[in-house]
């Protein structure tokens, strides 16, 4: 959780870090990788891409990087199948997504990270476990809204904001296209807010190397447009058999990790 209790060693970590070229490398490799992970099912990739980032880089300049990786990714993915994306979910989400923004900015609450990962995995299962008819819709008005709420507020509490937003747009009648890019277009304005949270409100000295930054976009565009001729080859039924599995993976790793935490800190206390 990059948030996690800002006053302890690794959240408060300052630590210097010196961008080499191998660096520079090794991480744009990552990052097509992430990114063509992303390009064909919407999700995944930033996350694998936030777990490395925040172990070699000091947090603020870890989510300052991320965000601008990540909105440079779904940026390039939402103009590559502007065509397919369904503005009325957008606008939507994004209401509840600044309302976030603003309890955040007062309040800056900070969960622990074991309460934290436990979110991130647990609110998927709850989506799927509610009644059919009032299974995920992104045409709501009012379930929309509460998600872009949740899921900012997941976002600015851990970086990210889990499977909760892909199962989300899985269960509107969106084809494997929509999917794709109306998540992609909410992604886009979600980490402009993490960017503004982060590098702004949390930490106004967060520093962003230039040569990574453009290695970064770079990289993300490239994976993103490689990607794109997989999806094609798709069809939406295997799309969303891959995708409910990836995300019921990764929601199980997130139960894991923290309920591991939550263990090792009783333990030790």
């Known amino acids: 959780s990059p948030r996690e209790e800002r006053g302890e060693g690794e959240l408060a970590d300052c630590r210097e870090v010196h961008v080499t070229p191998l660096l520079i490398a090794a991480l744009g490799i990552l990052m097509v990788a992430t990114a063509f992970l992303s390009g064909i099912f919407g999700m995944a990739g930033g996350l694998i891409l936030i777990g490395v980032l925040l172990t070699i880089l000091p947090l603020p300049s870890a989510m300052v990087l991320h965000a601008v990786t990540q909105m440079a990714s779904n940026g390039w993915r939402a103009l590559l199948w502007r065509a397919h994306i369904r503005w009325r979910p957008v606008a939507i989400y994004m209401f509840g997504a600044l309302l976030a923004l603003g309890a955040w900015s007062i309040t800056r609450y900070v969960p622990d990270k074991p309460i934290a ?73 979600s980490h402009f807010v993490k960017l503004v949270y982060f590098g702004g409100i949390i930490d106004q000295a967060a520093s962003l190397d230039p040569v990574l930054a453009v290695v970064a976009v770079a990289a993300s565009m490239l994976g993103t447009t490689l990607a794109r001729r997989l999806l094609e080859a798709m069809s939406d039924a295997q799309f969303r058999t891959w995708a409910n599995r990836l995300i019921t993976a990764i929601a199980c790793y997130y139960i894991a990790y923290g309920s591991w935490l939550l263990l090792s800190s009783y333990l030790k206390a």
């Open 117 to 189: 990962l436990l979110l991130l995995g647990i609110t998927p299962f709850m989506a799927r476990m509610t009644p059919k008819n009032i299974k995920p819709n992104p045409d709501s008005i009012a379930q929309g809204s509460f998600y872009g709420f949740i899921c900012m507020g997941l976002m600015l509490m851990t970086g990210v904001s889990g499977p909760l937003m892909d199962t989300f747009f899985l269960g509107g009648n969106f084809n494997r296209k929509e999917v794709v890019a109306t998540k992609a277009a909410c992604q886009v304005a």
